[in-house]
């Protein structure tokens, strides 16, 4: 970080863990940087993690740029004081819903302020919040979101943009209308879906829960998120997140119509399900449309969904068994895609997962065998 | 396999994916397997795979051990005839839903004949399908469940558990109601509400999907199984799998009924989100339900919950990188319970997840990041 584009200084206000988290990483780079927060407690923190300086009260503090990292139902209005008290200053907030905060800007702000401020949503990690679980590479590798909006000055906007790539960001610039159907399609509504089916585990069996495997973990893990921050997200997102849950509810009835009409078709002729072409039908409608939205995620590096298979490898439970595989596979010169880990319940056994370009697929398989790894079917 | 406890001969009717695996893992095992199928050309694939010999068709023929390994709606009709032309026999089926079977079965047999019929559900991959795709280790580390009837002799029942034991398979028990409600919950209801989630995807722009994290990939995953399948499986457990898609839609009306509210109240005023106590509280409530559900899952080896933590690497993107960081810690001692990789779209950084026993954890990042490893926070 010793070549960043940001001018200082550097305001940022609300100093929980996206707020100190920037501090940290902006001085890291010799940025300077001032604290300012509601709560005196977490501004001395984040000032002893050294997130940087508690904001000077006099009125020649200019800062060049304002991040307001407060909660989000606040961040509206802290941005409209801080556009009325900072006449020069680029203004951003880091809220992750951004068209209500827009809209208070928009409906606050006069014509020469409304066009120093951009949003921003940095897509960092939040599992564990406070100023405490500040970290100066929270966001280091992740997707920052830039959301102008139509009055927003060119100077603003690149303002935010050297910011976020100063900060180790991949850059994506979108509409507030637009980034906000985009979070509640791709991170708002697998979460409450994830959430959903989670919940039917609370009936389960010990015996049941013996059977599940890795679609299971998979499809429930996101539902151990935090339910509080979470709340506060749905809530802001409502509108963008209710007609997507209303289509899901749609395929979803027409699914319970056809379990429905095969349940009963089974108890009237028990010894032989009759089959119903009918209900068959629209079970393989529901599964082949699934097949059609996975398809369209793009694979690593933001490309066209690319050409993978797992390669199946069993493995001891030894610590460094994988790590000896992974060497194997840097021998071999394969670049690995992906990796999951498989456990067998109850036992030592685990199978690894390799992904890796198809082209490259049997290449490895013939080599790892060679090697006495045992390969296992897909 | 030197040590196999099942008693040959064994025939294998069905020369699929299945039934040609357990000929080949048999096989390997020294024992004497011989394979019949309706398919002539699956039959002889099968034989030159090395997955046994075709059936003699004299009367004296006599196997210990029949494995019928058909498609599963006419499974129940096989396992009759079997138990028929082999009256000193034990006869096992390996489809996925068992109650049908079990009814055909009961409804067919002799008093004699149904005390040699025990059901299988062995949970072994099948992705791909067809004799071709056969393998040698297609079960081994698979959980196998064991599925008598309140008839099957304590005989039967030891040899589908001996069977089960030589192909390396973790072993469970149940009863076919039991079985079937089991795989409902953990296998069938998962796979559906993932192809009712990622069919959204298919309204997704290109740069919504630049958004999609790892939460998007996890729930949406097993969406990309082959409908044909899934559709033949949920047809024939129909009855198990209703009552739970029918509590989904109970919760999702209840959440939709609380977006619903939000979006209203936000539209009625737009500058300032009205904060509705009985919507949020809803929402929490999913979220929170979520939460108890996912901890149910057992951890690793079966056993309860296991308390890890998960430890993000940034690494770059070299062949090679992943490799040096398990051998670093595996220097370090501690064994991997888990382990992801996230990727940055458009950029070549990756993040390494190392989920390992919380006792463990903070050694480990101590160890890391005295080895220069760039840790990033959860």
Redesign the interface.
């Known amino acids: 970080m010793s070549t960043l584009g940001t001018k200082g200084p550097v305001l940022i206000i609300g100093t929980g863990l996206l707020g100190a ?1 920037l501090g940290l990483a902006l001085r890291s780079g010799g940025i300077e940087v001032y604290l300012d927060d509601i709560s005196p407690t977490s501004l001395l923190l984040a000032r002893d993690l050294g997130a940087g300086q508690p904001r000077p009260q006099e009125a020649a503090f200019a800062p060049s740029l304002v991040i307001v990292a407060t909660p989000p ?1 606040i961040a ?1 209005q802290v941005v409209l004081t801080a556009l009325e008290e900072f006449p020069e200053a680029i203004v951003t907030d880091v809220a992750s819903v951004k068209s ?1 905060v827009a ?2 800007v928009k ?2 702000a006069t014509e020469q302020q409304i066009t120093r401020y951009v949003g921003s949503h940095p ?3 939040r ?2 919040s406070g100023t405490l ?1 500040a ?1 100066v ?2 966001f ?4 920052w ?1 830039v959301v102008p909006t139509d009055r927003s000055t060119a100077e603003a906007i690149l303002s935010v943009r050297t910011l976020a790539s100063d900060l ?1 960001c ?1 850059l ?1 610039s ?1 509409g507030a209308a ?1 980034h906000d ?3 509640a ?3 708002h ?25 890795g ?11 935090e ?2 921050m ?2 506060a997200i ?3 997102n ?2 963008q ?2 007609p ?6 749609g ?3 027409y ?2 119509g ?3 009409e ?2 009963e078709s ?2 009237l002729s ?4 009759t ?2 072409i009918g ?2 039908g629209a ?2 409608k ?13 694979g ?3 490309g066209a969904p690319q050409s993978t298979v797992e390669i ?1 490898v ?1 493995l001891t ?1 030894r ?2 068994e ?2 000896r595989l ?2 194997a ?2 021998t071999a ?4 895609e ?4 498989e ?9 690894a997962w390799l992904v890796v370009a198809k082209t490259k697929a049997q290449y490895l398989m013939d080599y790892l065998e060679a090697a006495e790894w ?5």
Not at 193 to 206: F, I, K, N, P, W
Not at 333 to 336: A, D, H, L, R
């Open positions: 988290s139902d509206g209500s809209e208070v409906n606050g897509m960092a990690g599992e564990r679980s970290d590479t929270l280091t590798g992740r997707t979101v180790g991949y994506v979108m637009e159907r985009a979070v399609l791709v991170s509504v697998p979460q409450l879906v994830s959430s959903l089916l989670a919940a039917r585990l609370a009936e389960a069996g010990d015996l049941d829960l013996e059977l599940a495997g679609g299971l973990r998979d499809t429930t893990r996101i539902a151990a998120s339910p509080r979470w709340t749905t809530m802001a409502a509108p997140i209710l997507f849950m209303k289509e899901i509810r395929d979803l009835d699914l319970i056809a379990l429905g095969l349940s089974e108890s028990s010894t032989q399900a089959v119903t209900a068959g079970i393989a529901v599964l082949h449309e699934g097949n059609e939205g996975v398809a369209r995620i793009p690593k590096h933001g199946g069993a439970d610590p460094g994988l790590s992974l060497q596979v840097e010169q394969v670049n690995i992906d990796l999951r880990i456990h067998a319940p109850g036992q030592a056994l685990g199978l045992r390969l296992v079917a897909a």
